[in-house]
């Protein structure tokens, strides 16, 4: 079964952990210095915030998926919703995990993720002392 991602970019990440956790009723299942992460099942939802430089306010939102299969079938609709604003970003790191990705561009340009996680990683993005 598939999952809503919702990505912040906030001001303050221990001003926001604290308000989304009584927002959402639970902790955060991932908690860095500079990133947190709920897996919440009801809503189903993978919600993220970051303190991260540029624009506060919503940074993308996505689908994640639960295995390779669900991933392609998600990459199929991307391709029949708009071929000219899609691009596979493949094996990544981002957001402390490792994971496959392609990405596209709504009409009003909001980035959408597609994506399935396989595991975990100690950065919060891909550099080149980290390996996929």
Not at 110 to 130: L, N
């Amino acid at each position: 079964m598939k999952r809503l991602h919702v990505m912040l970019k906030v001001n303050d990440l221990n001003e926001s952990v604290t308000f989304y956790s009584r927002l959402f009723g639970a902790e955060p299942t991932s908690h860095k210095d500079d990133y947190a992460k709920w897996m919440l099942e009801d809503p189903r939802v993978n919600f993220s915030i970051a303190e991260r430089p540029g624009k506060k306010g919503i940074e993308h939102l996505g689908i994640q998926a639960e295995n390779e299969d669900e991933l392609e079938d998600i990459r199929s609709n991307i391709d029949r919703a708009s071929r000219d604003s899609s691009r596979d970003e493949g094996n990544t790191i981002c957001c402390y995990a490792k994971s496959d990705k392609s990405w596209v561009a709504d009409p009003q340009g909001v980035e959408w993720e597609a994506f399935y996680t396989y595991g975990e990683s100690e950065s919060y993005e891909k550099t080149e002392a980290s390996c996929c």
